[in-house]
């Protein structure tokens, strides 16, 4: 069902401010700044082994994550979970009587989809199920076919690459 933790949220007010600790104090790396309109948050992830930390600042002062801020001030706002079928995680959830935020998953950074569970129905923490879009079947296959045209051209043709790629 849930696969592992993919990452940890943190709401802060600054999210320059915070790269600057996370960054230049810790020294991890984030990803790009990215907005994502419909949580009304500014966001970077943080590589951290084979999870991730995610910065999120409110771009709106009646946002959620606004909203978390004013009440509980900075700091962990949501551990998201990884699973290969949203969909299925939420109906078997449902099924149990588990309060869901979210019964259909959002768009959320990264065009991951994911859908809120409700805190009162995990003992306070806002988790979060998460899937992301497999392109490594995707990515693979053009590796190859890449790899296939080299091949052809330099060993099978006998050319130099370099005269196959001058005229493409």
Do not use: C
Request: aromatic letters at 8%; a neutral charge.
């Amino acid at each position: 069902m849930l696969t592992k933790i993919d990452h940890i949220g943190l709401a802060v007010n600054n999210l320059e401010e915070a790269l600057k600790f996370y960054e230049g104090v810790l020294g991890l790396k984030s990803s790009a700044i990215e907005t994502v309109e419909e949580q009304k948050v500014k966001i970077a992830f943080l590589s951290l082994g084979e999870s991730k930390l995610e910065l999120l600042q409110p771009t709106d002062p009646e946002s959620p994550v606004a909203r978390f801020i004013n009440s509980r001030g900075e700091g962990v706002h949501h551990i998201a979970l990884k699973t290969e079928n949203i969909e299925k995680v939420l109906q078997e959830l449902e099924d149990r009587g588990v309060r869901l935020i979210d019964k259909i998953p959002r768009q959320g950074a990264g065009g991951k989809k994911v859908a809120f569970l409700h805190p009162s129905a995990s003992f306070g923490a806002l988790l979060i199920a998460l899937t992301t879009i497999d392109n490594v079947g995707f990515i693979l296959f053009f590796i190859w076919l890449a790899l296939g045209m080299v091949y052809y051209v330099t060993i099978l043709r006998k050319k130099d690459i370099s005269e196959f790629l001058k005229h493409r």
